[in-house]
């Protein structure tokens, strides 16, 4: 149990929406970050504080840099930091590489990439011992697709997950001496709503022959291998990338 602040972003729908209830249980203070979706985002903070827990709603787009400085101040006023998890991310429409707009491009790697860095960033700034803090722990959500390349689907999500990949590497080396475990999770096909987003609600079910454990996973049981990341039972682990992809 802790009584520190874990800020989730994309907090108000799928993995998010279940890490932040997940670690509201273990005794987080829970920041949820949402782009649009105000109602979602309450929905989560009142079933929060239905089991007891403490949470509140800060909107945040993560293509935003004073966003997401706004969104960790209000981190600040619930208590010290304890936990980043750097779930908010977008897909676009299923394409090849030759029909896709630099403007798309760029969007996905804003949000996805250049957003969870910020977010880390800001993170170090409160978590670390070099900068008088309490230490912490940062897992960045990355996908299968940084292994898998999405060909044929959306090369650019793969890339810009592989670009997660290293950044975790990295970035936990950078401050590990300073109290600070940085992880990431690369989810497979998962039964979230971010495949109608992308324009094919159905994609994660129809593959799901494709995985060998016959099956989509659910956002629970990412939100299970996330918390567990934040835990001291996971002490000992930085700069490690779980797969929790049913073996795909």
């Not at 959306?154 to 992880?183: C, M, N, P, W």
């Not at 079910?205 to 567990?228: C, D, F």
Request: aromatic residues 4%; neutral net charge; proline residues 2%.
């Amino acid at each position: 149990m802790t009584a520190r602040v874990a800020v989730i972003t994309g907090g108000s729908r799928g993995i998010g929406r279940a890490t932040a209830l997940a670690a509201a249980k273990r005794g987080y203070l829970v920041c949820v970050g949402y782009a649009t979706n105000e109602a979602a985002a309450d929905e989560v903070v009142g079933r929060v504080a239905a089991e007891g827990g403490r949470a509140v709603a800060i909107r945040c787009d993560v293509g935003s840099e004073a966003d997401i400085v706004a969104l960790f101040e209000a981190a600040e006023r619930l208590g010290p930091l304890g936990a980043l998890v750097n779930n908010a991310g977008v897909v676009d429409a299923t394409a090849r590489l030759e029909d896709m707009s630099a403007a798309r491009i760029q969007r996905m790697m804003a949000i996805n990439v250049t957003g969870s860095l910020v977010c880390a960033r800001e993170a170090v700034k409160r978590m670390s011992t070099r900068h008088g803090g309490r230490g912490g722990v940062i897992v960045n959500l990355s996908s299968a697709a940084a292994r898998l390349g999405s060909p044929n689907t959306y090369v650019d999500y793969a890339a810009s997950k592989g670009a997660i990949d290293t950044f975790t590497h990295g970035l936990a080396q950078e401050v590990a001496a300073e109290g600070i475990r940085v992880v990431a999770v690369r989810p497979g096909l998962i039964d979230t709503d971010i495949h109608a987003s992308g324009g094919d609600p159905e994609r994660a079910h129809r593959l799901s022959k494709s995985v060998p454990m016959q099956r989509v996973g659910t956002a629970e049981e990412i939100a299970n291998a996330i918390v567990w990341l934040m835990s001291d039972e996971a002490s000992y682990v930085t700069g490690s990338i779980l797969d929790v992809s049913g073996g795909r």
